[in-house]
């Protein structure tokens, strides 16, 4: 009994001591860096890289524990995150994944968009084991950065592009996945430039949608992980517009991008044609969680397409810094009535500009204060009579006499306006009309003012309107954890299926840097409209591609382009014009593009290109030939992208131009899979509302650095057709290519 007793006690010093070392080595962060908003060099006016004011955090735990671990808050700078998104300081944050099993690696990503000092502190605290963990991170762009990541169809590869700051580093030394190490079953071959490339080849393949945390380590010992989920990846090459699968299908296209939730029928015949797919299932930009509202039909409308191969991604939003731009309108608005003279009046009735308005509060001033009078709530609200787009709200009460009456409109779902607000007297007269009003803003268009001015809604019309503009400070990031709540229901649901959001061109450059790490597949729409700038600035679209893509990576970044009628409808744009831009975006590292719109019925390009606006007869059918042709040249640009698109899918840009002739832009690419790419873009072109004019550049040659683990066996003109071969001499680190005459944008590969 007393060895028996001895044996406890001892085995019980054993637990206790495991316990107690496993609590000191439970959890680590084990890196952290800070991403800060930075527009290269190339697109500034001084040519110096400039910093925004945001930056993005990451930082990597792992639980070195026996048991799964949750984390929970987080902290910046000693502030809870979500009392820093009150302040606006705050966009968005998430931890992937929040229970964190065993020997495993979650990543935390906070965007911040203001940053104040030269470094950011994070706390992260996690359950049961009541610990704080702290990391202390410098502001400043990583020396180490895995800045690609891309798999092959079959997911038992993983190509991973590394940027490093020299410094005499040779390479990456050591490769891990989700913490274990994997450098025995990678290829490294060595620098090029800044970057380095790395290709895993795994004993068994990762599933589609799962999510992983990749670390590299270089050869002078610097660490840097990013987390990203698996997918068959492929060069993308999209279309918006109504689904006529046939039709995209024939043109080149691998994927339609829906406004709207598709069933699994539908998507069974997308991908029976060898089409992917994308679409929303929460139905336009209602706040769900933000309201709590029933997420039983979404749930329903997920179950039933879950893990479908043929889809692609959830859309998280379309345009979320447009609904910023609308959200910042959602609060809080007020319209007030001034009278000349004191009035006693019984009734109120407001005609809504649209049905966006929650409550509606009427108030009058007695004695220097506001006193309520009547309240309708939402429920209240939809059950009234609708008038021309929104609704007639009346408010009966019993009679005041006023000088000052007003409506407070506490919440809406987008900026709430008013067509005409009648305010009856006790004999029946509509006395509106004689007040002042004044309300607490007036809607701002984009490109001006409007004239959606106060008294427009006590003007007797009822179309004329005011409209409420923003209630508080605008800001971009304003639905930003809507979307994250969206991303993790869809991935509580199907955990296959990535998600993707696109963004417009509002609150540049922000919205690229706030949007560009929420999803798992980033999207903007570089549009280039020549009416607005008298000629069309294509160079734009590389620009604008540039931030967007640095934004979103390693993740990749879909490019989508305008395909139709140019405003005024006097011509649409031509296949050199939209190769043009496609070369832009290749160039700064897209790895999709996609093409707005084709709205029109199935083998018919009438709606897409405006031509319904022209009258019937001889002009319509020459707007139908433009229509016709304009389809054709983006069938052959998709034929070139499918061509290059084994490589474009792993590219990434490189500053390896070294010789290039006047009028000629080019851009590298650094392919992972075992070549180069290069783009080159003919600048010597004006294209305005009535016409392209290009002047091609003949004998054009070229001279490209390589790196020395690179064949160049042979190097291709990548037509619509073939890949045509170019003749090339190597010399060393440097090839000298004779490229040929160059009309407007051309793809060559280099293997």
């Not at 609308?326 to 809080?332: R, S, V």
């Not at 929650?358 to 609708?386: F, L, M, N, P």
């Amino acid at each position: 009994m007393r060895i028996t007793g001895q044996l406890c006690v001892l085995f019980g010093l054993l637990f206790v001591a495991a316990c107690q070392a496993e609590e000191r080595g439970g959890l680590v962060i084990s890196c952290a860096y800070v991403v800060p908003d930075v527009i290269p060099a190339e697109l500034t006016t001084d040519q110096k890289p400039r910093r925004h004011r945001g930056a993005t955090v990451f930082a990597y735990v792992r639980n070195e524990t026996s048991r799964p671990v949750r984390l929970g808050q987080i902290r910046v700078d000693g502030v809870e995150v979500s009392k820093l998104r009150e302040k606006r300081i705050v966009a968005w944050w998430r931890i992937r994944p929040r229970l964190l099993p065993p020997q495993r690696i979650a990543e935390i990503t906070v965007r911040v968009q203001h940053v104040t000092k030269p470094e950011i502190e994070l706390r992260v605290e996690s359950e049961p084991l009541r610990k704080s963990l702290r990391a202390l991170v410098p502001v400043a762009v990583p020396k180490l950065r895995i800045v690609n990541v891309a798999f092959s169809r079959e997911l038992k590869e993983v190509y991973l592009v590394v940027k490093v700051q020299p410094e005499a580093v040779r390479g990456i030394e050591s490769v891990y996945l989700d913490g274990t190490d994997v450098t025995s079953l990678s290829e490294r071959p060595g620098l090029f430039k800044n970057l380095a490339p790395v290709v895993v080849r795994l004993d068994q393949p990762l599933r589609r949608g799962s999510f992983h945390v990749f670390t590299v380590i270089d050869t002078k010992g610097r660490k840097t992980s990013a987390g990203v989920r698996a997918w068959p990846t492929f060069f993308e090459l999209g279309i918006f517009g109504n689904p006529h699968f046939k039709d995209f299908a024939q043109a080149g296209f691998n994927t339609y991008q829906s406004f709207r939730p598709l069933s699994k029928e539908t998507i069974d015949a997308a991908h029976a044609l060898g089409l992917y797919v994308t679409a929303p299932y929460f139905h336009g930009r209602t706040t769900y969680f933000y309201d709590r509202l029933d997420l039983s039909p979404v749930r329903e409308a997920i179950n039933q397409v879950k893990g479908h191969e043929g889809l692609l991604a959830y859309y998280l939003e379309d345009e979320p810094d447009v609904f910023d731009w609308q959200y910042c309108g959602c609060f809080d608005h007020w319209f007030e009535l001034s009278f000349p003279k004191p009035v006693t009046v019984e009734r109120l009735v407001i005609h809504e500009l649209r049905a966006y308005s929650k409550e509606y509060v009427i108030q009058c001033q007695s004695g220097g204060k506001w006193r309520t009078v009547a309240r309708k709530d939402e429920s209240q609200i939809r059950a009234c009579e609708k008038s021309k787009g929104g609704r007639r709200v009346e408010f009966r009460f019993a009679p005041l006499r006023v000088r000052k009456l007003r409506i407070l409109i506490p919440r809406s779902s987008h900026m709430p306006g008013i067509r005409e607000l009648e305010v009856y007297d006790v004999s029946g007269r509509n006395v509106a009309g004689s007040a002042k009003a004044r309300a607490s803003s007036r809607f701002l268009a984009w490109y001006g003012r409007t004239g959606d001015e106060p008294d427009k809604a006590i003007d007797g019309d009822l179309n004329t309107f005011w409209r409420a503009s923003h209630s508080i400070p605008e800001w971009v990031g304003a639905t930003a954890m809507e979307m994250i709540a969206r991303a993790e229901f869809y991935g509580s649901l199907d955990p296959q299926t990535l998600t993707m959001c696109l963004v417009d061109n509002t609150y540049t450059p922000a919205n690229w840097f706030t949007y560009g790490q929420l999803a798992d597949i980033f999207d903007t729409d570089p549009y280039v409209r020549p009416s607005r700038q008298g000629k069309a600035d294509f160079y734009s679209v590389y620009r604008q591609s540039v931030l967007a893509c640095r934004a979103s990576e390693p993740n990749p970044c879909f490019i989508t382009l305008w395909m139709g009628w140019l405003e005024g409808h006097r011509r649409c744009y031509t296949e050199s014009e939209e190769r043009i831009m496609v070369c832009y975006a290749l160039g700064a590292g897209a790895r999709g593009i996609n093409y707005f719109i084709h709205s029109s019925s199935a083998g018919d390009y009438s709606v897409m290109t405006g031509v319904l606006a022209f009258p019937k007869g001889p002009e319509r059918e020459r707007a139908r030939k433009q229509a016709l042709a304009l389809w054709k040249g983006v069938a052959r640009i998709n034929s070139q992208l499918s061509l290059a698109g084994k490589w474009l899918a792993y590219a990434y840009p490189v500053d390896a131009i070294l010789k290039k002739p006047s009028g000629v832009w080019a851009r590298a690419l650094l392919c992972a899979n075992g070549a180069m790419v290069v783009v080159l873009v003919n600048q010597n072109h004006t294209s305005t509302l009535d016409a392209f004019i290009v002047n091609p550049i003949p004998k054009v040659a070229i001279e490209i650095a390589v790196p020395d683990w690179l064949p160049c066996e042979e190097v291709l003109d990548i037509m619509p057709d073939a890949a045509r071969p170019l003749q090339f001499q190597k010399a060393g680190d440097r090839v000298a290519i004779s490229v040929g005459a160059v009309r407007d944008g051309k793809i060559i590969l280099i293997r």
